[in-house]
């Protein structure tokens, strides 16, 4: 992992998903939740990206072994983003964001148990380091809580490790950017068109000024965030993806503590630093863990 691009990327993504849950939470107060939350933001992702798609002179066909690979890693994608989004109803957006990332270690148990991988100790290191930074993080709002939240967090994570590993060792993180997230946006909405109907959910947002936001917030998670992402994983792998990725958390902290003047606690201080050392860990062993 001599090159800092990858796991720039990969910070890159994770300060954006930290960014984006405040402001997706916004449209909830005026008839939103989790399941439009993903099917609009897919709506006005997959134009940008078509258009992305065209300016590289990509064509939207694939083979069919390509698009079987695309079927089963939309399992892992499409339930992620409705059962965190969802989630957000019923557990602050920091809480929720703390058991989402069950997934670093969600990844490890499945890389060991189903591709039989040994970790080297600086892995193994800061993965506990960044699991427990997390803790630490949203340790304030873990009383209180929703079960049904908690069960949607945590099955968000578990969903997004195996959308992480497969994406990894399937090969389609090779894939152009915008042409596998042109794919996983448009199985996303139709998995979401199909919930909001079967729910009787659907809505069209009536304050005029959510529909920018709406249109911000696609662009910054489905376009930039998760190529940034993709990008990212394909050269640094499964593990050291996740763990970098714990910048997500760290982020959502850093915006509350500056934009919205929430104060820092001693625990939330110490779970910053775990996180900065588990990926400074990463960042100097030099080496790819996967």
Same mark, same amino acid.
């Given at each position: 992992?001599?090159?800092?691009?990858?796991? @720039?990327?990969?910070?890159?993504?994770?300060?954006?998903?930290?960014?984006?849950?405040?402001?997706?939470?916004?449209?909830?107060?005026? &008839?939103?939740? &989790?399941?439009?939350? !993903?099917?609009?933001?897919?709506?006005?992702?997959?134009?940008?990206?078509?258009?992305?798609?065209?300016? /590289?002179?990509?064509?939207?066909?694939?083979?069919?072994?390509?698009?079987?690979?695309?079927?089963?890693?939309?399992?892992?994608? %499409?339930?992620?983003?409705?059962?965190?989004?969802?989630?957000?109803?019923?557990?602050?957006?920091?809480?929720?964001?703390?058991?989402?990332?069950?997934?670093?270690?969600?990844?490890?148990?499945?890389?060991?148990?189903?591709?039989?991988?040994?970790?080297?100790?600086?892995?193994?290191?800061?993965?506990?380091?960044?699991?427990?930074?997390?803790? %630490?993080?949203?340790?304030?709002?873990?009383?209180?809580?929703?079960?049904? @939240?908690?069960? $949607?967090?945590?099955?968000?994570?578990?969903?997004?490790?195996?959308?992480?590993?497969?994406?990894?060792?399937?090969? $389609?993180?090779?894939?152009?950017?915008?042409?596998?997230?042109?794919?996983?946006?448009?199985?996303?909405?139709?998995?979401?068109?199909?919930?909001?109907?079967? !729910?009787?959910?659907?809505?069209?947002?009536?304050?005029?000024?959510?529909?920018?936001?709406?249109?911000? !917030?696609? =662009?910054?998670?489905?376009? =930039?965030?998760?190529?940034?992402?993709?990008?990212?994983?394909?050269?640094?792998?499964?593990? !050291?993806?996740?763990?970098?990725?714990?910048?997500?958390?760290?982020?959502?902290?850093?915006?509350?503590?500056?934009?919205?003047? /929430?104060?820092?606690?001693?625990?939330?201080?110490?779970?910053?630093?775990?996180?900065?050392?588990?990926?400074?860990?990463?960042?100097?062993?030099?080496?790819?863990?996967?």
């Amino acid at each position: 992992m001599n090159d800092l691009r990858y796991p @720039g990327m990969v910070i890159g993504s994770a300060v954006l998903y930290g960014i984006i849950p405040s402001l997706m939470k916004i449209t909830f107060s005026y &008839g939103g939740n &989790g399941i439009l939350s !993903t099917l609009y933001s897919c709506l006005f992702a997959l134009p940008v990206l078509y258009l992305w798609m065209r300016m /590289e002179k990509l064509s939207l066909r694939v083979s069919p072994a390509i698009l079987k690979k695309l079927a089963v890693l939309s399992l892992g994608t %499409c339930p992620t983003s409705i059962l965190l989004y969802l989630s957000y109803s019923y557990l602050p957006v920091g809480m929720a964001t703390t058991l989402h990332f069950i997934y670093p270690i969600a990844t490890a148990v499945y890389l060991f148990v189903f591709f039989h991988e040994r970790f080297t100790a600086a892995s193994l290191t800061a993965l506990l380091l960044a699991f427990a930074g997390v803790l %630490c993080l949203g340790f304030s709002q873990m009383t209180g809580s929703a079960l049904l @939240g908690v069960a $949607l967090a945590v099955s968000s994570g578990l969903t997004w490790a195996f959308y992480i590993v497969y994406l990894d060792r399937s090969g $389609l993180s090779a894939l152009p950017a915008c042409q596998l997230n042109f794919y996983m946006a448009l199985a996303n909405l139709i998995s979401s068109a199909v919930l909001s109907l079967v !729910t009787g959910c659907f809505a069209v947002y009536s304050a005029a000024f959510i529909w920018p936001l709406v249109i911000l !917030t696609a =662009i910054l998670q489905r376009v =930039i965030a998760n190529a940034l992402f993709q990008i990212g994983l394909s050269g640094t792998k499964a593990l !050291t993806t996740s763990i970098l990725s714990t910048f997500e958390p760290l982020t959502s902290i850093f915006v509350g503590a500056v934009f919205l003047r /929430e104060s820092l606690t001693a625990m939330q201080m110490l779970g910053i630093l775990m996180i900065l050392i588990a990926i400074v860990i990463n960042l100097s062993s030099g080496r790819r863990a996967s």
